[in-house]
């Protein structure tokens, strides 16, 4: 309305221009000029522009009791009749308040409810849809036994002869109706699912797809109708209703494989004509592929994507490109026509087609870069784009594809519109030179230089602690760099706005400083921040100069005087961390006057030994040894003593490993929290309790097999789709193995008794079966756990044994209806029964905790020495650097330090070997430290294979050895 009066007003203006003179006059015999008449025209439209954003919400003020009160006239029929604008408009007020938050009574719900359904006796179409809606939203607020009313009133309208009451009101029956109440509409979706109208077949399927929640089994009965609607024409091939019935039949045979794998090699054949099914086709397909890539139809499938890539709608052929680039393990040329026809999306003149091929080429350049590198001429293009986002996109893409030539005129292109982008894109173009800086060491400076030069712009904490945490990891991974970058962080903490940056800073400074050339230079850095800063960056600041002055001699005198102002702080801790300072620090120095021996006195540590706990890392997180000490207060040893080496094994979360990118230094966070101790977070003591293995020592058995060392993740003995579900977790203990198998009945008219598994092994000597807890009774639909003990000989050493599994029950017929049993549930009754499982492999990795309780790693292995280290060479049949890493982590059992787990893009065969640094604490509490070193070998046609260089150290030779020989 407002633009009509702007153009109207437009138009006047222009006539009062022709009135008052020619062509060639304007206002008071002013030359007209199109600047003028422009200028006029904007005026205007910032009038109208304000009037707009000056103009209240009609439902900015409502109130629930004014609302409530308003809405008795749905019982007047002369207004419902007459008047279904008002309706509407109080039906909209009644959703405004729901939206907003306003929680309505039990009676003031039930009211509404009843006042909203006098609404159908209107015929008014607009007044129907808000009702519908308003039904589906207050419907879980409702009381059940209410809703029941308002069935027939929507099942009348599901028989109407009106399209857009049958469908409308189908959905709203799907999200009101409970499994007993949907057989007696069951009929009519049926039908509706084939119906002639594409909205109604839509909405019958989508209404099934959601009903298949509430009762499975009488969805499933509708495949025949869904595989019609999918095929026929009798809706015209409508792309939504076919793309609705895909997703519902995928989602009735979601749960056996074998179904799903033929209804795709089904559907590759014959193509459905709808983009979008098409889409979602190519989505179930790679899923399919990503189970088992050497299927035996994986080729027809891998054709299929690529057939894909010729079809004539933009949606599918991007879909197919990403969906052959995400494939895993696939080999560069494999995938050179899906980055040609992303090559091709590049110059598109949509944007969002743009965004989609610049993200998808984004994420191949993090593994293949060099698959990509022909489309560098398009990507520098975008570089320009007007959408930000793309142009990040195709900024840091370059990155990881450019040459060391291109690196400097592609950073001055950066700088140009940093200032211009969000911070999540920020975050990107920093991991971006990041990557490039590990990947060219020798442009290290230019490149951290920008770092800090972003450091010192703008931004929030993400952004500003990515550039932190990429500065530290170009530290520790380029040593030459470690001083130049220590002065940028300084640099950044006397401006920092962010209390937990300046503390993992000051840490990592208390750490580094005192072993550069120049200590002494960091002293000034570190004592603005006790004068100028909040109370736990004063702490933090206390403790990082303490260091100093233990490591550093020459300054101690200097550092005490710096302390000692800080015993007047008006915060607690901070007094404290200064009073514990100065006692070591003059302890030292006590210690050092007395002695005539030592030469070296930063050696020196405080008499009782309280320095460790303030300049070594912990041997675990917070979080583990939080956990570490639940454990030990359930099963205590009076006699032993409450040091690290006697907390039970907790082994760490190595999600953030296998992905850098959510921390790329969790060292530096880690400290972090031990510079400010109040900052630390710590899970409450209720998420200890729900451990499942707290539950192992309620069990006498179980209980006097001492501490238990650690348990395995859990392994499938049987398909997801037979009669019994059986899965094993092993725990290990110093001297037994327990194997937990959890067992589940899905046979509704089946129950077992007597219900126990049994094991046969080649190897006696090394196990021994000492005990079996059985399952006495299994119904339907639950799982139990059924325990068996093994005691492992100490005098054998650890090797691989299998075991041959079989599941021996007896088996009770169920009466579906009553749910007895037919017979005595003591086992005297019923059939015997033996079920085959899958073998059961117990091997050394499974004697492996991925726990690291020697700090750091080359500390670490310089205190184990070469004493018991095993040193071997491999030739592994690996055929990708990245597949040999993980396939080293599974031999071996072991957690990745540093984040050697990661392999950083490199030339696989002319780059350098990977090297791997693996750690572990084995059975017994046996620190094992393993250094590999990776390298691929090729010929001139194809990669062949790789070699596994390995040093194993630990303080038992035989388990340095075991370790060893898991490699094969």
Request: with cysteine; proline share 5%; aromatic share 6%.
């Amino acid at each position: 309305k407002n633009k009509t009066i702007m153009i109207a007003d437009a138009n006047n203006s222009y006539a009062q221009i022709g009135q008052q003179g020619s062509i060639g006059q304007g206002f008071n015999d002013q030359p007209l000029t199109i600047g003028g008449v422009l200028k006029e025209i904007q005026t205007l439209k910032d009038k109208f522009k304000n009037e707009d954003e000056d103009e209240p919400s009609p439902y900015q003020m409502l109130e629930k009791a004014t609302v409530l009160q308003e809405c008795r006239v749905f019982n007047d029929s002369n207004v419902v009749t007459n008047n279904p604008k008002r309706c509407c408009h109080l039906i909209t007020k009644l959703l405004h308040l729901l939206t907003q938050g306003e929680t309505f009574t039990s009676n003031e719900v039930t009211d509404v409810f009843f006042g909203v359904t006098k609404l159908f006796q209107s015929k008014d179409h607009n007044l129907r849809r808000m009702m519908y809606l308003f039904i589906k939203e207050v419907a879980e607020a409702t009381n059940p036994d209410d809703v029941i009313i308002v069935t027939s009133s929507l099942t009348k309208d599901m028989n109407s002869s009106e399209d857009l009451y049958r469908a409308n009101s189908i959905r709203v029956l799907a999200r009101i109706i409970d499994a007993a109440m949907l057989g007696a509409i069951e009929r009519y979706l049926k039908q509706a699912i084939n119906d002639k109208n594409p909205i109604v077949a839509s909405s019958a399927l989508v209404s099934g797809y959601s009903l298949y929640y509430v009762s499975p089994e009488v969805v499933k009965r509708w495949q025949n109708e869904v595989n019609e609607a999918l095929n026929s024409s009798n809706n015209g091939g409508n792309d939504m209703v076919q793309y609705h019935a895909l997703a519902l039949l995928y989602q009735c045979k979601c749960h056996d494989r074998l179904a799903v794998t033929k209804l795709v090699s089904q559907l590759i054949k014959s193509t459905p004509k709808s983009p979008l099914a098409i889409c979602l086709l190519i989505r179930y397909a790679v899923k399919m592929l990503n189970g088992d890539l050497n299927a035996a139809n994986a080729k027809s499938t891998y054709q299929f994507l690529e057939s894909c890539l010729r079809n004539r709608n933009e949606i599918v052929i991007y879909e197919a490109a990403r969906a052959i680039c995400n494939l895993p393990s696939i080999e560069i040329n494999d995938i050179s026509s899906a980055v040609t026809v992303l090559q091709l999306s590049l110059s598109s003149p949509k944007s969002t087609l743009r965004y989609g091929a610049m993200k998808a080429l984004s994420e191949i350049a993090s593994r293949h870069p060099l698959a990509i590198v022909k489309c560098n001429e398009e990507m520098e293009i975008l570089i320009t784009d007007p959408n930000r986002s793309i142009a990040t996109l195709a900024i840091t893409t370059l990155l990881k594809t450019g040459t060391e030539g291109s690196i400097d005129r592609l950073m001055k292109q950066i700088s140009t519109f940093m200032g211009d982008i969000a911070d999540e894109f920020k975050v990107i173009v920093v991991d971006a030179i990041r990557e490039l800086c590990l990947r060219y060491p020798q442009k290290n400076r230019m490149l951290v230089g920008y770092l800090a030069t972003f450091l010192r712009e703008e931004g929030g904490f993400e952004f500003k602690k990515a550039i932190a945490d990429s500065i530290v990891e170009v530290m520790n991974s380029i040593p030459d760099t470690k001083e130049n970058c220590l002065f940028h962080l300084c640099d950044f903490i006397e401006d920092c706005e962010f209390a937990a940056l300046s503390t993992q800073i000051l840490h990592l400074i208390g750490s580094i400083g005192p072993f550069t050339s120049a200590p002494s230079r960091y002293i000034r850095y570190i004592y603005n921040r006790v004068i100028l800063e909040s109370a736990s960056v004063r702490a933090a600041a206390v403790s990082s100069l303490t260091k100093f002055a233990m490591k550093v001699p020459s300054l101690r005198s200097s550092v005490i005087v710096l302390l000692k102002r800080s015993l007047s702080d008006e915060d607690n801790e901070v007094r404290d961390r200064a009073t514990l300072s100065l006692y070591m620090i003059q302890s030292i120095e006590t210690s050092v006057e007395n002695s005539t021996e030592n030469e070296d006195d930063s050696n020196f540590a405080a008499p009782n030994d309280i320095s460790p706990m303030l300049f070594e890392p912990l041997p675990m997180s917070f979080d583990s040894l939080e956990k570490a000490l639940d454990l030990y207060s359930m099963n205590e040893s009076p006699n032993q003593p409450l040091v690290f080496t006697s907390l039970p094994i907790v082994e760490e979360d190595i999600t953030s490993s296998k992905n850098p990118k959510m921390n790329p230094n969790p060292r530096l966070e880690e400290n972090s929290k031990m510079a400010v101790g109040q900052n630390a977070s710590i899970p409450s003591s209720s998420s200890m309790n729900s451990d499942p293995t707290n539950d192992l020592y309620k069990i006498p058995e179980i209980a006097s097999l001492g501490r238990l060392f650690r348990s395995t993740s859990s392994i499938a003995l049987t398909e997801n789709e037979t009669e019994y579900l059986v899965h094993c977790v092993k725990h290990i203990f110093d001297s037994h193995v327990v194997f937990d198998f959890s067992i589940n009945n899905t046979i509704p008219d089946q129950m077992l008794v007597q219900v126990e598994v049994v094991l046969e092994s080649q190897d006696d000597e090394l196990y021994k079966i000492i005990s079996t807890i059985p399952i006495p009774l299994l119904k339907y639909g639950k799982k139990r756990a059924l325990l068996v003990i093994l005691e492992r000989d100490l005098g054998c050493q650890i090797e691989s044994s299998t075991f041959s599994c079989e599941l021996h029950f007896k088996v009770l017929d169920v009466d579906p209806s009553t749910g007895e049993p037919d017979g005595e549930v003591d086992g005297t009754d019923g059939f015997p029964e033996e079920y085959p499982l899958e073998q059961l492999e117990i091997s050394p990795p499974d004697y492996m905790a991925k726990v690291n309780n020697l700090g750091d790693f080359r500390r670490g292995w310089e205190q184990l020495g070469t004493d018991f280290e095993v040193v071997e060479k491999f030739a592994l049949q690996f055929r990708r650097l990245e597949e040999a890493v993980s396939g080293v982590l599974d031999f071996l059992g072991m957690q990745a330090c540093d984040g050697t787990g990661v392999v950083q893009p490199r030339n696989e065969v002319l780059g350098p070997p990977h090297t791997l640094h693996l750690c572990g604490v084995f059975v017994g509490n046996i620190p094992v430290l393993v250094r590999a070193q990776l390298g691929m070998t090729k010929t001139e046609e194809e990669t062949i294979g790789c070699i596994l260089k390995i040093a194993v150290r630990s303080n038992d030779p035989d388990v340095s050895r075991t370790i060893a020989d898991c490699i094969h």
